[in-house]
């Protein structure tokens, strides 16, 4: 059983380990069933039943059992909660700061509240000399505080009091560091609490350093290789580790108690070295830290196992198997390859790549020390690449070697096949044998005998590269019978035999028909005798003929007495084939074929577009996008000339476009046509005898592209909002005819698009909407419009109907022309109106050293940028400056112009004589 230890409060990890996924079962807490919820972690992964307790109590203590279906399988564990001493430090903080004020002469009262389980004792130090109450020292401990008193209060008694409380989990001490001063403080520091951060003040330093023992670890220990020389094993908790903690692991093996091994909070795997294989050990781990070292948590008691390594195949033994092992047929083949390793290895063996059975003829078996291979009654098939795998959890080792079983060869492949049967000689094959028995196959020995002989005669023998032999001598009309042998150097193989043959046959192949005229409806072809008319004259031949992938149909319903056939009524530029077979009193021959198609047609011509056809490419083929467009070329040439399309010069690879060539002419299939498919197509029509050009025009039309962006805000308020775009790219090839806007609340999903308005092609594309919500966001879209239909829409960013808006900016130092003593004209530029069309200027003039600026126009805003001003005085210096004006307000006064002096311009006057 294992035990779990875990302090008041924390995490209570399970981890059972079983051999697979089938061992599923439930947890019981005190015989309880536990489920998965607020309380409990249930997890499953492989083999391994984990169970967590987020938050344990007191009353969790007690049999942790999991229990497996299968098999009846029980893990327990024991769960303790611990509660070691602890020092809330917030109510520490509180209690010390009651002694800030300390003076001379007076008591001092050190109160140190703590909870933990009982009993609880306390013991105080004064610099490290332990007190007891009695004198000026008063010690009373509490079940929930130890409290010191130090009556009339000197200069020697300060220093550093220190208590240590203890229960049967743990300990902790607390210092605490008293001065006296003209401002007398207390300094004292406490431990720091995990998930707390202890605050620091002017009058006390705060410690983070722990002052106590760890508690006893909360977690599970789980083996993870127990070979000697791979010892490994793994702390497994949930358990937060905090200041100088650190973990040391001891092993017993019944007498006593060593340190193995320490590690670090969150290492996964700590080896163990030093181990006696075949030897019990119990591991246990303590927590440490400065302040001193936990109770151990145990493990279960496990026994060592021998040194694992990976196998390691005995080299003098794989060394012999290096070259190909020849053995004779029908002997055993037992092999025997020592290797080391541990743990027991598993042997696969396989030959020519595939797993083998071992059952039958085939044996294996592997021990600790060898594995053993044998095969018995060993045949040619047995002739292989073979290969061993012995493989354990440590590593594997290959060994790869040939068999070669030396033997007769197997019988020769069949079936004999006759070529040519004759009333005097028959001519047959075969096929060598699948096994030449590990010895070259030196050649075939041919055996005959008829049915009227009993024994068999020997009739030829050929050597191993001949797979055919004409058997001569025949009587007519008796049937006879082969058998062909092949041998080696370790004798004959098995024979393979032909049924019974009659020695009278059809002739045999006609010479290859070749043709002697070619016309577009009619060919004709010619052929030789055949050279072995069977035993008896040929009577006819037999002409068939078919198109190329087509069936093959007589030509002729009788046989044909010469040798040469006229084909008539035939499909123009088709390709044909034929074949021709004689015939004698036995019957029919084998056929002979052409060598090659023949295509029908006449001499050749070069590829000709009629002058009809180009005037009809003069106009442009129209159709709309989505349909499908076919671009016909009539053309005629023989032989047929190909076609190679291009469009704007460069060649078509959309594999929408489609051309190809047919009796008609050259044709290009455009599938699904698109706005971008529009152009002029260049077709190249071309055969041996020359070749053709022409181009043809093609416009799709479409719907137009999306109207061009971004969506401006053109004038923005609380009370219209103007948005405005440009024209789309491309009108589809048609006339735009009109835009739709419409417009959208921002943040409500279940608004639709409703339509607000039209702007037709040469009004200002722009759109107000006059409805609009203060504080509201809207959104507008535009679609153009041809015959076809709407584009895609142009979206906006969402737009605000608010007055909020940026005046505009600083508009730039006015020019001042036309000068004369009493007017002028001022004109400017137009500044950034930051986002809200400028609604007019103020323009104002100043009189050189005088401080105000005067407004011109009445005062009124100016609607263009120029301004004729009137009613200057006579040889006075002005300037003037221009502020811009929008639904934001007014922007910063503009910048001066040139100082300028009111007088009319001198005039210079060239008098001739």
Request: contains cysteine; aromatic residues 6%.
């Amino acid at each position: 059983m294992s035990e779990i230890v875990v302090s008041k409060g924390g995490k209570a990890t399970f981890v059972c380990e079983l051999p697979d996924s089938s061992y599923s079962g439930h947890w019981y807490q005190n015989n309880k069933q536990l489920s998965d919820g607020s309380k409990y972690e249930i997890s499953v992964s492989g083999g391994e039943q984990t169970l967590v307790i987020l938050s344990t109590l007191k009353s969790d203590e007690g049999s942790i059992v999991f229990k497996a279906k299968k098999g009846n399988v029980e893990v327990p564990f024991q769960l303790t909660v611990t509660e070691p001493p602890s020092i809330d430090p917030e109510e520490f903080k509180q209690s010390a700061q009651s002694l800030q004020n300390l003076k001379t002469g007076t008591p001092m009262v050190l109160r140190v509240p703590f909870s933990g389980a009982s009993p609880i004792k306390a013991s105080w130090t004064f610099n490290g000399k332990n007190i007891s109450s009695s004198g000026r020292y008063k010690i009373v401990t509490t079940s929930s505080e130890s409290t010191l008193t130090v009556d009339n209060l000197q200069g020697e008694d300060c220093g550093t009091y220190e208590v240590t409380l203890e229960n049967k989990f743990g300990n902790m001490r607390v210092p605490v560091e008293v001065t006296l001063s003209d401002v007398s403080q207390v300094n004292f520091e406490t431990v720091q609490v995990p998930g707390k951060t202890v605050q620091k003040s002017s009058t006390m330093t705060v410690e983070s350093e722990s002052v106590e023992a760890p508690p006893k670890p909360a977690g599970n220990i789980k083996f993870d290789n127990m070979a000697a020389n791979h010892f490994k094993l793994s702390f497994v908790t949930t358990a937060q580790a905090n200041g100088n903690l650190h973990y040391i692991v001891e092993q017993s093996s019944g007498n006593g108690w060593t340190q193995c091994a320490t590690f670090q909070p969150g290492e996964k795997s700590i080896p163990i070295t030093g181990l006696e294989a075949g030897k019990r050990y119990t591991f246990r781990i303590k927590a440490a830290n400065p302040a001193g070292e936990s109770e151990g948590l145990e493990s279960r008691s496990v026994t060592v196992q021998k040194p694992s390594n990976p196998p390691v195949l005995d080299a003098a033994v794989v060394g012999k198997l290096s070259g190909d092992q020849h053995l004779k047929a029908g002997k055993e083949l037992r092999l025997k390859i020592p290797y080391t390793g541990f743990p027991l290895p598993i042997a696969q063996w396989t030959k020519d790549g595939k797993k083998m059975a071992t059952k039958g003829r085939v044996a294996a078996e592997t021990s600790d020390v060898d594995t053993t291979f044998s095969i018995s009654g060993l045949t040619a098939e047995d002739s292989g690449e073979y290969g061993l795998l012995l493989k354990n959890k440590e590593g594997n080792a290959k060994l790869n070697f040939n068999v070669v079983i030396i033997d007769a060869p197997s019988a020769p492949a069949g079936p004999i096949v006759m070529d040519e049967v004759m009333s005097t000689e028959m001519t047959f094959s075969w096929n060598p044998p699948k096994s030449d028995g590990g010895k070259p196959v030196q050649g075939y020995v041919i055996e005959r005998k008829d049915t009227k002989s009993p024994t068999w005669t020997q009739v030829g023998k050929v050597d191993p590269n001949t797979l055919s032999f004409t058997s001569d001598g025949l009587t007519k009309g008796l049937k006879y019978s082969y058998r062909i042998k092949a041998y080696n150097s370790e004798g004959e193989s098995k024979p393979l035999l032909s049924p019974l043959v009659l020695a009278s046959g059809p002739p045999g192949a006609p010479g290859v028909p070749t043709p002697t005229t070619v016309r577009s409806t009619s060919i004709g072809i010619k052929w030789d005798e055949p050279s072995n008319d069977g035993g008896s004259s040929v009577t006819g031949y037999s002409v068939e003929m078919r198109e190329v992938g087509g069936d093959w149909s007589p030509v002729t319903s009788s046989h044909i007495k010469g040798t040469t056939a006229q084909l008539d009524n035939l499909v123009p530029e088709n390709e044909y084939e034929f074949r021709v077979s004689a015939k004698n009193s036995t019957g029919k021959g084998r056929w002979a074929e052409t060598k090659k198609p023949i295509t029908a047609m006449d001499a050749p011509e070069p590829p000709v577009i009629s002058e009809a056809a180009k005037q009809s490419f003069s106009e442009p083929v129209s159709c709309h996008a989505g349909e499908d467009v076919s671009l016909k070329v009539p053309v005629s040439g023989i032989p047929r000339p190909t076609a190679t399309w291009s469009l704007k010069g460069k060649p078509i690879k959309d594999p929408r476009i489609e051309g190809k060539v047919n009796k008609e002419g050259a044709e290009l299939k455009i599938a699904d046509a698109k706005r971008g498919d529009s152009g002029v197509y260049h077709v190249k029509v071309e055969n041996s005898e020359g070749e053709v050009e022409a181009d043809i025009t093609v416009k799709i039309t479409d719907v137009p592209s999306t109207p061009e962006g971004p969506m401006k805000t053109v004038k923005a308020s609380s009370k219209a909002l103007t948005v405005g775009w440009a024209p789309p790219s491309d009108d589809g090839g048609m006339h735009i005819t009109q835009y739709l806007v419409e417009r959208k609340t921002c943040g409500d999903e279940l608004e639709e698009w409703s339509r607000i308005g039209k702007v037709f092609p040469g009004e200002d594309l722009k759109m107000t909407s006059d409805h609009v919500d203060k504080g509201t966001s809207y959104k507008f879209r535009v679609s153009a419009q041809n015959a076809l239909g709407s584009s895609p829409f142009l979206e906006s960013a969402e737009i605000l109907a608010d007055d909020k808006f940026k005046p505009p900016s600083a508009v730039a130092a006015p020019v001042v022309s036309d000068i004369t003593k009493s007017s002028c004209v001022v004109t400017w530029d137009e500044p950034d109106d930051n986002g809200s069309p400028i609604s007019g200027y103020i323009v104002e003039l100043k009189r050189i050293g005088r401080r105000n600026w005067v407004p011109q126009n009445g005062g009124r805003p100016v609607m263009d940028k120029t301004l004729k001003v009137k009613d200057l005085t006579k040889d006075c210096e002005f300037a003037f400056r221009v502020t811009a004006e929008n639904e934001g307000g007014m922007g910063p006064a503009g910048k001066e112009s040139e100082v300028f002096t009111a007088k009319d311009p001198i005039r210079i006057y060239q008098l001739w004589n």
